[in-house]
């Protein structure tokens, strides 16, 4: 079941085209505490149009009762689980991962980061338009618990504000960016911002340090139960040959890969 030959030629072909997996917008992983391997933000451009009014409107944080500040997974006694990604590297690896996800009938939360969607703010849309969750992972992914309070909050209303401006909200969750939990002043800091709740995650496919498909996918299935969160990261070739199989292999366990805000609610 892991072995995809040629289904996996053909979307690093596609993904990847002749620059090579070197060359795909590589991400730095959020609890590693190394810094962010993309590009800074640049300077705001011209405003873009905000999306338009006969497309499905995106969604807006919620707040779910009983649930913390800082939520790793959700009901165990469901068979869902939350497939989320943080949101940056090449945009062609970005679509084949959300197209694979969309040929099993997964659908998926991405936590953009700011400076990818001043790059690619196309990319929004596409989240959106396949039924897909979208969310905040900051402005420039920087250690966002070593930050002072004006920066990290700067960190968290920049992404915001990115997001309003190109789907109307300002994202259903926050994510904070090179780590795995936010510190308290964080918490508060996206409460302030508009977001309820902090979204953490319980299972990490470690597919940033690019083991093989195969890896990420024993690594993912190893540790996955109902309610499960789990972190990936688009830009890796990895992750788009993992896909397939570990969508499959969910499927054979009776476990639906849904959205992070279908996954807590009832």
């Given at each position: 079941?892991?072995s995809?030959?040629g289904?996996?030629a053909?979307?690093?072909?596609?993904a990847?085209?002749?620059?090579g997996?070197?060359?795909a917008?590589l991400t730095?992983?959020?609890?590693?505490?190394r810094?962010?391997?993309?590009?800074?933000?640049p300077?705001?451009?011209?405003?873009?149009?905000p999306?338009?009014?006969?497309?499905a409107?995106?969604?807006s944080p919620?707040?779910f009762?009983?649930?913390p500040v800082?939520?790793?997974?959700g009901?165990?006694?469901?068979?869902r689980?939350?497939?989320?990604?943080?949101g940056?590297g090449?945009?062609?690896?970005?679509?084949a991962?959300?197209?694979?996800?969309e040929k099993?009938?997964?659908r998926?939360?991405?936590l953009?980061?700011?400076?990818?969607?001043?790059?690619?703010?196309?990319?929004a849309r596409?989240?959106?338009?396949?039924?897909?969750?979208l969310?905040?992972?900051?402005?420039?992914?920087?250690?966002?618990n070593?930050l002072?309070?004006?920066?990290?909050?700067a960190?968290?209303?920049?992404?915001?504000?990115?997001?309003?401006r190109?789907?109307g909200?300002?994202?259903?969750?926050f994510r904070?960016?090179?780590?795995?939990y936010?510190?308290?002043l964080?918490?508060k800091l996206?409460?302030?911002a508009?977001y309820?709740?902090?979204?953490?995650?319980?299972?990490?496919?470690?597919d940033?340090t690019?083991?093989?498909?195969?890896?990420?996918?024993?690594?993912?299935t190893?540790t996955?139960h109902?309610?499960?969160v789990?972190s990936?990261?688009?830009?890796?070739?990895?992750t788009?040959?993992?896909?397939?199989?570990?969508?499959?292999e969910?499927?054979?366990?009776k476990?639906?890969?849904?959205?992070t805000t279908?996954?807590?609610t009832?």
């Amino acid at each position: 079941m892991l072995s995809h030959p040629g289904r996996r030629a053909a979307l690093r072909a596609a993904a990847l085209g002749t620059a090579g997996a070197a060359a795909a917008g590589l991400t730095a992983a959020c609890g590693s505490g190394r810094p962010a391997t993309g590009p800074s933000a640049p300077p705001p451009g011209p405003a873009a149009s905000p999306a338009s009014p006969a497309r499905a409107a995106a969604a807006s944080p919620r707040r779910f009762p009983g649930q913390p500040v800082e939520i790793g997974h959700g009901p165990r006694d469901r068979p869902r689980v939350a497939l989320t990604f943080h949101g940056n590297g090449d945009p062609a690896i970005a679509r084949a991962v959300l197209a694979e996800a969309e040929k099993a009938g997964a659908r998926v939360t991405v936590l953009a980061i700011g400076s990818w969607l001043d790059a690619h703010p196309d990319m929004a849309r596409r989240v959106l338009d396949g039924g897909h969750e979208l969310g905040n992972h900051t402005q420039r992914h920087l250690a966002i618990n070593e930050l002072s309070e004006a920066e990290a909050y700067a960190e968290i209303t920049g992404c915001a504000q990115r997001l309003k401006r190109l789907t109307g909200s300002i994202g259903t969750w926050f994510r904070p960016s090179q780590t795995q939990y936010a510190t308290p002043l964080v918490r508060k800091l996206a409460q302030r911002a508009g977001y309820p709740h902090v979204l953490s995650y319980d299972v990490d496919s470690l597919d940033f340090t690019s083991p093989g498909a195969a890896a990420v996918i024993r690594t993912v299935t190893g540790t996955i139960h109902g309610g499960s969160v789990v972190s990936l990261h688009f830009g890796y070739a990895d992750t788009v040959d993992a896909m397939p199989p570990l969508l499959e292999e969910l499927a054979r366990r009776k476990l639906r890969a849904v959205t992070t805000t279908e996954l807590l609610t009832p």
